[in-house]
T-cell receptor, first 114, second 114 residues
């Protein structure tokens, strides 16, 4: 059974700092990995999706990497801003079988202090 | 932009009531999903649908049913609501049958069962 772990559970940084969020998964037979952002009381906003054949994806100040063989992904946020404060979730889609299902980590709560 | 709309942001119902949660997407997506999100447990898949009138159970289908009569609409039904179904419910949709496209989420419905 796939398990997804996100470390740390919470992170507090000063504005302007570069930071890395970590995601690990136990079964490397994945189709893709998706990073989401969730603001308090809201739904999820898709940030980046990395296919299993890719190594990284970039969008603005965000860069996500994937090392499928070691079961790890990182989300790098450059020059953090208070508006980046949110919970960040990663999710993997299994390959084979019912490949629609996403397995989520429990998230990292990020606070960027002005 | 993809728009996934959930009919209610907040809902309060009583034990034993039949409860309907509605979700509509405007991008002609084949796949639609219902998740619940609970503190400490993360997001868990209840049901998903890959076509009109087609559905598959997720990880926690007990006490729930779904209906997909039209491609754009996916309903979650609590047959006889119980207090342990108090939760945040999130609907999502994605394009295509290959599983490579990202899932897009609505803003969620916070449901309280009294």
């Amino acid at each position: 059974k796939q398990e997804v772990t996100q470390i740390p559970a919470a992170l507090s940084v000063p504005e302007g700092e570069n930071l890395v969020l970590n995601c690990s998964f136990t079964d490397s037979a994945i189709y893709n990995l998706q990073w989401f952002r969730q603001d308090p009381g809201k739904g999820l906003t898709s940030l980046l999706l990395i296919q299993s054949s890719q190594r990284e994806q970039t969008s603005g100040r965000l860069n996500a990497s994937l090392d499928k063989s070691s079961g790890r992904s990182t989300l790098y946020i450059a020059a953090s801003q208070p508006g980046d404060s949110a919970t960040y979730l990663c999710a993997v889609r299994q390959s084979g079988g019912s490949n629609y299902k996403l397995t989520f980590g429990k998230g990292t709560l990020l606070t960027v202090n002005p | 932009d993809v728009k996934v709309t959930q009919s209610s942001r907040y809902l309060v119902k009583r034990t034993g009531e039949k409860v309907f949660l509605e979700c509509v997407q405007d991008m002609d997506h084949e796949n639609m999903f219902w998740y619940r999100q609970d503190p400490g447990l993360g997001l868990r898949l209840i049901y998903f649908s890959y076509d009109v009138k087609m559905k598959e159970k997720g990880d926690i289908p007990e006490g729930y049913s779904v209906s997909r009569e039209k491609k754009e609409r996916f309903s979650l039904i609590l047959e006889s609501a119980s207090t342990n179904q108090t939760s945040m419910y999130l609907c999502a949709s994605s394009l295509g049958l290959t599983g490579i496209q990202p899932q897009h989420f609505g803003d969620g419905t916070r449901l309280s069962i009294l």
